[in-house]
């Protein structure tokens, strides 16, 4: 219990740990955000960490000078894209040694081939928009190891959203993360980030169930 409670109150108050880490170690933070990034994206069994709300906190802290912008950015850019090209190979390389490529109680063919038409044709997308919803972001890439797609095509999506996600984020931090109004609110905007999608992806799971039983 102590460690759940530890983690909630790093996730919401992820500004305050971020600051003191910096005013402590210096150029090190730069080593542990990589990491964090990295494990986020590229370890499966990891999906808890606040990729998105330490992305705003970076942004903001740039802002005010205490971290440095472009080497934030082309930092975590590069853990982003590498954590997701780690999630692939993991994906691509278990999948088919746990499921032996038959049909059995794991693993049923035509479920797998199906999954892998969904990923050629619409892998790109989800790669993206994946990058925007916490949990499903760790996942993803996973998935679309398992599912043998393209890894041209998924190394492509997997930059163009990590530039996005990373990009993005961090700028938006840097504009309007020093707001009075944001620091303020700032435990309410992070529970936003992280319930928000999941209420998306629950809609839309939802509405595909509707469609499948109609």
Not at 34 to 45: A, K, L, N, Q, S
């Amino acid at each position: 219990m102590e460690i759940l409670s530890f983690l909630i109150d790093f996730v919401l108050h992820v500004d305050r740990y971020l600051e003191t880490f910096v005013q402590s170690y210096g150029l090190w933070v730069y080593a542990l955000l990589f990491m964090v990034i990295f494990v986020e994206t590229g370890v499966v069994v990891m999906p808890f960490l606040p990729g998105d709300s330490l992305l705003f906190v970076v942004g903001a802290m740039c802002g005010v000078g205490l971290m440095s912008y472009p080497l934030s950015v082309g930092l975590l850019f590069a853990a982003a894209v590498l954590g997701n090209q780690s999630n692939y190979a993991l994906g691509r390389y278990f999948g088919p040694r746990v499921f032996q490529w038959e049909d059995s109680r794991w693993f049923n063919r035509a479920a797998f081939d199906a999954a892998h038409a969904f990923y050629e044709k619409y892998g790109g997308i989800t790669i993206v928009a994946a990058r925007f919803m916490p949990f499903l972001r760790t996942f993803a890439p996973f998935v679309a190891g398992v599912a043998q797609m393209t890894r041209t095509r998924f190394t492509l999506y997997d930059v163009f959203g990590g530039a996005l996600w990373v990009c993005g984020i961090i700028t938006i931090g840097y504009f309007f993360g020093n707001f009075q109004w944001v620091k303020a609110h700032l435990d309410k905007i992070i529970w936003a980030m992280i319930l928000i999608p999941g209420l998306v992806i629950v809609l839309g799971a939802w509405r595909s169930r509707r469609k499948t039983a109609a």
